[in-house]
């Protein structure tokens, strides 16, 4: 297949897709999915509005031609979407892909994480906000026990996937979780990524108030052990890593509040119902879905994505004002897929 790697305004190559494959989630987190908001009675996406496995297959391989080496399936929960482990064993199949990843509360890796490893998967990323069983409830909105997320590292680590954690950070809430989780991870050799908490979509209450920074985050994880700092790996990537010394353990932290990483994006986003999203903090995204279902040929759909890939001029965390927070109507998380 004939690649031509494009470049946006900012001469960003487009290198990754996030395609979220499930609107709906069987958490309520407070920064993503606030049980307020999406209640009871919230109506989510009918399975004909979801993107089906075929055409996700069809979408990837057009932007294998423009760049993309690394697909990561999210949500909402990606897992509480049928047959993922089919959707897996499709995207590896496409010679372009060096990297296939999932998001995942962890939730349903006791049952799943066997058959995603043996249909390609190659890493994880497991959601998890606190150790303490209270805290973390109180932060994903249901009665779930951290316990049964423990269980899913467990899978997916005896099923040979790659585990990162990530822990979304919330001052007042679960920053007293910091130091037991990095405790924790550090005595399996997981890598822990903290999240600073951001201001995605319009309903998770945000403000910089509650944001426990880079700086605050490394002087409580050094109580540990001492930090060094990691270079960076590939063009692109957001988090800031660290390793304890004398250890091959890393911690990472994505700071697009205190820092920013937009100068260095090669990320683009596919919402669950088909549309194109160049940034995380976008108001709009473009109907692919509805392209491809008009019948549109490979070749006009390439063309579409490249053409929208070569306007991009998005860079929010660096023009980020409390004016753009408070009136800026952005995409909700759960939605686009984080």
């Not at 989510?44 to 979408?59: G, H, K, P, T, V």
């Not at 064993?89 to 999932?102: F, Q, R, V």
Request: hydrophobic share 40%; aromatic share 8%; with cysteine.
């Amino acid at each position: 297949m004939e690649m031509n790697e494009i470049t946006d305004h900012y001469l960003r190559p487009l290198q990754d897709l996030r395609i979220s494959i499930m609107d709906k989630c069987n958490f309520r987190c407070s920064y993503c999915m606030p049980a307020d908001v999406f209640g009871e009675d919230y109506v989510f996406m009918r399975e004909e509005e979801l993107l089906s496995f075929d055409e996700i297959e069809r979408m990837v391989t057009q932007f294998t031609t423009l760049g993309v080496k690394k697909v990561r399936l999210t949500g909402g929960e990606p897992l509480l979407r049928k047959n993922v482990s089919t959707l897996v064993e499709k995207l590896a199949a496409i010679k372009e892909i060096g990297d296939i990843a999932l998001t995942t509360n962890g939730v349903h890796l006791v049952k799943q994480a066997r058959a995603l490893k043996k249909a390609g998967l190659m890493r994880v990323n497991i959601s998890l906000d606190a150790l303490d069983t209270t805290i973390f409830q109180e932060m994903n909105g249901r009665k779930v026990s951290s316990a049964v997320v423990l269980k899913g590292i467990d899978a997916a680590l005896e099923a040979g996937l790659h585990v990162k954690i990530n822990m979304v950070v919330k001052k007042g809430v679960n920053e007293g979780e910091v130091v037991k989780l990095a405790s924790y991870c550090k005595d399996k050799g997981i890598t822990l990524r903290f999240i600073e908490f951001m201001d995605v979509g319009q309903t998770n209450g945000w403000n910089y108030s509650q944001v426990v920074t880079k700086k605050e985050l490394l002087e409580k994880i050094s109580t540990i052990a001492p930090l060094e700092q990691v270079k960076r790996d590939y063009l692109g990537e957001v988090a800031d890593r660290y390793r304890y010394k004398g250890t091959n353990t890393e911690i990472g932290i994505i700071s697009s509040v205190s820092d920013t990483f937009c100068g260095s994006c090669t990320r683009a986003r596919i919402s669950a119902d088909g549309k194109m999203y160049t940034c995380l903090f976008a108001e709009e995204g473009f109907d692919l879905r509805a392209l491809v279902r008009s019948g549109a040929s490979d070749l006009e759909i390439r063309a579409t994505i490249e053409n929208i890939w070569r306007k991009r001029t998005d860079k929010y965390s660096e023009e980020r004002t409390e004016q753009t927070v408070r009136k800026r109507k952005k995409i909700e998380m759960s939605y686009i897929g984080g």
